[in-house]
């Protein structure tokens, strides 16, 4: 039996990496979150599962967690989330660096055979080259969510050197599913759109991003696992098919059969990157198979809106 915790693990891609964990009889899940933007609905209802509240920045709590359960592997996905959000609380955001320090130093000292982070696109702030390579790309990042996951992996690969805690790191570019929180821009584009609603879009829409679904980002993510592979590595993990803003939102409302109107606000003064194309190389050696396309993933939300709406 395998003991696997997950940090973060009642928000939307922890959630569905412990769904695809669950569905195996080795495998024994623990979740940790502490629920500011967690849902505990979506953590999976299955014996092999089990929830505990608790602040991963919170040493005396995670130290409890960690000795109790002796984990193998550790994700760590628990972090303040969304643009708005983390420019609004940068100082919340800057405090998610003591629960990297708490996860690492806590695996370091009970036997952890692999960590894995879940880093960000942010880290690469507004990109010089495309597409955004892992070796080659600079990161420039300068807003606090961004820099508190460019140190966070700073801290995964110091500790592999001076401790030899082996680690992998996932830049997570756009991912979206069912059970993302309605304040993404998929999610919310749907919500209005399903509402007739207006949808609304800062500055003119041209910014692009790539959209990546979220079983595509745990199917890769697992692989690292399961497969022994990307140990002290990190890979990008998302779609390459590039897509405008405002692309995004006509196809969202002639999928949907909607009668909302776009409206453009004013661009945002900053958390708005005009573009994101990354290099997926390494996920799509992992995942050997090709990538769900938007259109299809829009359908499925479309199947199960109930944390949407």
């Not at 967690?38 to 999976?44: H, Q």
């Not at 999928?255 to 409206?263: D, H, L």
Request: glycine share 6%.
């Amino acid at each position: 039996m395998k003991r696997v915790l997950i940090t973060g693990g009642a928000g939307f891609i922890g959630s569905s990496l412990a769904d695809k964990l669950a569905e195996r009889e080795d495998m024994e899940i623990t979740i940790v979150d502490n629920l500011l933007t967690g849902d505990k609905r979506k953590i999976p209802n299955k014996d092999n599962v089990k929830f505990i509240k608790a602040d991963v920045n919170n040493y005396e709590a995670m130290s409890s967690v960690f000795n109790v359960n002796g984990f193998d592997y550790v994700f760590h996905y628990a972090a303040v989330v969304g643009v708005k959000r983390t420019l609004e609380n940068p100082i919340m955001v800057l405090d998610d660096i003591k629960g990297i320090e708490n996860v690492l130093k806590l695996s370091k000292n009970t036997g952890v055979k692999r960590v894995f982070f879940s880093s960000s696109s942010e880290v690469y702030g507004e990109p010089v080259e495309f597409p955004q390579n892992e070796e080659t790309t600079p990161l420039n990042s300068k807003l606090p969510y961004a820099i508190v996951k460019n140190i966070g992996e700073a801290y995964f690969r110091s500790y592999e050197r001076e401790f030899g805690l082996p680690y992998t790191i996932f830049r997570f570019f756009n991912t979206y599913g069912p059970k993302q929180s309605k304040d993404f821009v998929i999610s919310k584009f749907i919500a209005s759109a399903l509402k007739k609603d207006d949808i609304t879009i800062y500055g003119d829409g041209s910014q692009t991003r790539t959209f990546c679904f979220v079983n595509d980002n745990v199917d890769a993510c697992l692989a690292t696992l399961f497969e022994n592979k990307n140990i002290n590595d990190t890979l990008n993990i998302g779609s390459d098919v590039e897509m405008s803003i405002l692309e995004l939102a006509n196809k969202i409302i002639d999928i949907t059969g909607s009668s909302s109107k776009i409206v453009h606000l004013p661009a945002l003064k900053e958390g708005d990157m005009t573009r994101r194309h990354p290099d997926i190389t390494k996920m799509r050696k992992l995942l050997n198979r090709d990538l769900l396309p938007v259109e299809e993933g829009i359908k499925k939300i479309l199947e199960d809106t109930s944390y949407i709406l």
